[in-house]
């Protein structure tokens, strides 16, 4: 009975820690490769709001979802605005860095890797 007890408040603790985290703040991403197949650096500004969550890197602001330590944000780029950019990550423990992976939808497709870091 101890040990159930000790299990369950341990895995709430863990939850409530990882459901609260806020992602909130400065983040570097490194880009490996970038759109144009060269490494970048970029520095962006989340902002959350429960699992809603607004990027801004350089000027450009996207939509994406927190979902425990899974995090997803995409926009439209090109030309005319017709080519989705998906970046999809996952949180460390403390949801100060991720890491993860983009996809460029155009022709031919492009793939690439990033990791990120909070500054703040």
Known sequence: ???SLCVLIMTFILTTTLAAA???GVWILELDPDFS???DIVSCGF????????????GVEFAGEVDGQRVTWHFLTGRD?????TFSGVLDDQ???MSG???L???PPQDGKFKAKKES
Request: hydrophobic residues 30%; contains cysteine; charged residues 15%.
């Open 47 to 58: 902002a959350q709001t429960g699992n809603k969550l607004t990027v801004k890197c350089r």
């Open 1 to 3: 009975m101890t040990r």
């Open 22 to 24: 806020d992602l909130s």
């Open 37 to 39: 197949g060269n490494q």
């Open 101 to 103: 992976t983009w996809h």
């Open 81 to 85: 605005n017709s080519t989705t950019a």
């Open 105 to 107: 939808a155009s022709v």
């Open 95 to 97: 949801a100060k860095s």
